[in-house]
């Protein structure tokens, strides 16, 4: 079990999101993505990921673990909290 202030605490939280949360953390990844004027493409080559994830990812189709976020916010230039309503 984990602490409240463990950081790993945050990967069970999202692992468990609701379908809304899902679409709305999507939602922000997109804006980012976009802010940072990077297309999906680009950012799974930046990544490794594959395209097809990314987009998964943005569209609330498959939750991204906590260590995708936070690569993906260093991407961005945002914090991980940006992600989340």
Known sequence: M?????P???VMVLEQASEPLR???????RLHRRRAGL???QVAALTGY????VSMYEHGRREAGYERLLRLS????VSVADFFP
Do not use: H, I, K
């Open 23 to 29: 679409r709305d953390v999507g939602l922000r990844l």
């Open 50 to 53: 594959s395209p097809s994830a």
């Open 39 to 41: 297309s999906q493409t």
């Open 2 to 6: 984990f602490a409240r202030d463990d």
């Open 8 to 10: 790993r605490m945050s």
């Open 74 to 77: 260093e991407l961005y230039g």
